[in-house]
């Protein structure tokens, strides 16, 4: 069981838009950035959005990120075949003495 | 370019031992705090703890104490990953992730770049 939450399959066609949502708690998303990795098949997550919202260099603008509250969502505008990949939200949590928390993952299918 | 090279697949008994590297280039290591996340077979991302780099001390998560030993030699710019009495439950993929930062709790944080990954198997 993740402690952020998401839905576990997205799917679009070629050029739609598609969202990935990721809940937390006040003690995760409510009270730290999050991030978002990108996870293509057989290989290493790699990092897509960083503090909420920003895009390292490299990273096409069709992907952009948001948070409200406890909650940052994933979108991917203009969606293309080989953006089909895992994606993780992260971020840190307070709890614990803290510790980083990954969302459980959502596969996203292109159609 | 900043990389971080793992070393290659292993196959283990139980009860065996294994020891993951990760090799950094391109960065001065001692300046960014390294992780270390687990992924099992079909499964999502864990994250095991980090080691501070300037400092050599390690945090470990819950789950990840006791069987689990963070290291660096600063020398070659390598952390290592011990894992001991090795277990079945214990087949993964290994990943070092490197921090923005000197330490895993500053803020804002993000893991960039990762290693290429570790698959370790543990079966009889």
């Known amino acids: 069981q993740s402690v952020l939450t998401q839905p576990p399959s997205a799917s679009g066609t070629p050029g739609q838009r598609v969202t990935i949502s990721c809940s937390g708690s006040s003690s995760n998303i409510g009270s730290n950035t999050v991030n978002w990795y990108q996870q293509l098949p057989g290989t290493a997550p790699k990092l897509l959005i960083y503090?909420?919202?920003q895009r390292p260099s490299g990273v096409p603008d069709r992907f952009s990120g948001s948070k409200s509250g406890t909650s940052a969502s994933l979108a991917i505008s203009g969606l293309q075949s080989e953006d089909e990949a895992d994606y993780y939200c992260a971020a840190w949590d307070d709890s614990l003495n803290g510790r980083w928390v990954f969302g459980g993952g959502t596969k996203l299918t292109v159609l | 370019q900043v990389q971080l090279v793992q070393s290659g697949s292993e196959l283990k008994k139980p009860g065996a031992s294994v020891k993951v590297s990760c090799k950094a280039s391109g960065y001065t290591f001692t300046s960014y705090a390294m992780n270390w996340v687990r992924q099992a077979p079909g499964q999502g991302l864990e994250w095991m703890g980090w080691i501070n780099t300037n400092t050599g001390n390690p945090t470990y998560a819950q789950g990840f104490t006791g069987r689990f030993v963070f290291s660096l030699d600063t020398s070659v710019s390598t952390a290592y990953l011990q894992i001991s009495s090795l277990k079945a439950e214990d087949t993964a993929v290994y990943y070092c992730?490197?921090?923005?930062?000197?330490?895993?709790?500053?803020?804002?944080?993000?893991?960039?770049?990762w290693g290429q990954g570790t698959l370790v198997t543990v079966s009889s």
């Open positions: 503090s909420n919202n």
């Open positions: 992730a490197r921090d923005h930062c000197s330490s895993t709790s500053c803020y804002p944080n993000w893991f960039d770049p």
